[in-house]
């Protein structure tokens, strides 16, 4: 089809760099905020060596941390890497040495991962393949062009587009539509750390829940589109300064909301960066200019590639369909699939122990080994809970018990509901796992 064709060699149009220059300083910034942060509040130490437990991904419980000195030592390069990134200079080199390293620190326990690493990660990748540094850069002049083709500035803009529409898509359900569940939850928590009694009514309560869905469904075709780009981006300003002033203090926002403030640079039509930035960035003159079209010989496999990336990213998200159970519920499917703030658990959670041949139970207290973050995901994810439980009867052998079983009074009130169970309580936890691409029977199902 026409369309199609024309689409296809949209993909190669050559553009200027200015946009993707940009936006390449931007994240590079946001790189090394992040990356002091890290190293500032001693992440490695607190999150990585002190802990007595670590909660493994599937696939990756082979990875290990470093020796302490080695990770301290990584942590430095990678903020040498966003400083290389932020002015361009040994772009490629920087990009697999932070995308390698920062991706290993949060693959090392599930307990730090978060939707803004992993697109962080995801963005990464992305760079690795353009030509990010052919404007604004400290490389040799004599190899930039100023000039990249158009699918590079298109695959970055297609994965902050999809964050965007899959996050509200996700919203589309009842609990967050008309129980206002998690934002009356996180309003809630708000109003009372600053006693904003103002916030505490129905009207705020529905407005953050819809204004929240309604910008995700719609800003990444506002941005987009050059006619309305100028007006969408002081909603898309304002929402990003409301929702860092919202979670800042209260939930784990991070850099996210100035993350994502930098991606924007990326949706400006890039002859306006050009121009707009030219008395700081001198325009590389023809003598300088090479062939940057050499990977159009490629364009098969370029076009391939970004289906195949596409594709990948349209249907991950939405893997938990597979599913009988309700994905925030049993957490099958609930990972790498933008659901950002969609949930709400309040537990009443007790672990115990009992001794073979013997009815009587000794409740431990899981507080004890596990810090907050580890806690907080157990509470979140039932996936945490075989970990915990063979770790208890580790111990409890280790002190004397004899071939023990552990137990557990999970009960959970999801998105403000009445509690439930979400275990059988005569259930030994130190023989179930967890199966991502299976059944996980053990975890109840979902009362209505």
């Not at 925030?328 to 672990?351: C, L, N, T, V």
């Not at 139970?361 to 806690?375: A, S």
């Amino acid at each position: 089809m026409d369309w199609i064709e024309n689409f296809k060699r949209s993909l190669f149009k050559q553009e200027s760099a200015a946009s993707l220059g940009l936006f390449r300083i931007l994240f590079g910034i946001v790189l090394f905020a992040q990356t002091v942060w890290f190293i500032k509040t001693d992440f490695i130490t607190l999150n990585l060596f002190d802990p007595v437990l670590h909660f493994k991904f599937y696939f990756f419980q082979f990875l290990e941390p470093l020796s302490k000195p080695m990770m301290k030592v990584m942590m430095l390069l990678m903020l040498l890497s966003t400083v290389l990134i932020t002015i361009g200079r040994w772009l490629k080199s920087a990009l697999v040495f932070f995308g390698l390293s920062f991706t290993y620190l949060w693959l090392l326990d599930k307990s730090y991962f978060n939707n803004h690493y992993y697109f962080i990660s995801l963005l990464v990748f992305l760079l690795l393949f353009t030509s990010a540094n052919n404007w604004g850069s400290f490389r040799a002049k004599k190899r930039d062009e100023g000039t990249i083709s158009y699918w590079q500035i298109f695959i970055l803009k297609f994965q902050i587009f999809i964050v965007f529409f899959i996050a509200g898509i996700n919203k589309l359900n009842p609990y967050w539509m008309f129980d206002f569940q998690p934002m009356k939850h996180i309003v809630e928590a708000k109003a009372a750390l600053h006693n904003y009694e103002w916030l505490l009514n129905s009207f705020s309560f529905s407005s953050f829940s819809w204004a929240g869905l309604l910008f995700d469904l719609s800003i990444g075709f506002l941005i987009w589109s050059a006619k309305t780009r100028k007006y969408a981006f002081i909603i898309y300003v304002v929402f990003n300064i409301l929702n860092f002033w919202l979670f800042y203090d209260i939930g784990e926002i991070g850099f996210f909301p100035f993350l994502l403030l930098a991606c924007f640079s990326i949706f400006i039509k890039p002859k306006s960066v050009e121009d707009k930035l030219k008395w700081l960035i001198k325009k590389p003159s023809s003598l300088d200019k090479v062939d940057v079209d050499k990977r159009e010989g490629y364009s098969f496999l370029i076009i391939a590639a970004i289906t195949v990336y596409v594709l990948v990213q349209v249907i991950l998200p939405f893997r938990h369909l597979l599913y009988e159970n309700n994905v925030d519920w049993s957490g099958k499917g609930q990972r790498f699939a933008w659901r950002m703030k969609i949930m709400y658990k309040e537990p009443d959670m007790h672990f115990y122990l009992v001794e073979e041949n013997s009815d009587q139970k000794k409740e431990v207290n899981v507080g004890n080994f596990l810090n907050t973050k580890q806690y907080t995901n157990l509470i979140y994810y039932p996936d945490f809970i075989p970990t915990v439980a063979k770790y208890i009867k580790e111990e409890a052998i280790r002190r004397g018990m004899k071939n023990p079983k552990v137990v557990a009074d999970f009960k959970i009130g999801f998105m403000g509901g009445e509690k439930q169970h979400l275990l059988d309580q005569d259930l030994d936890l130190t023989k179930v796992t967890f199966k991502p691409f299976g059944k996980s029977d053990w975890i109840l199902p979902l009362k209505k």
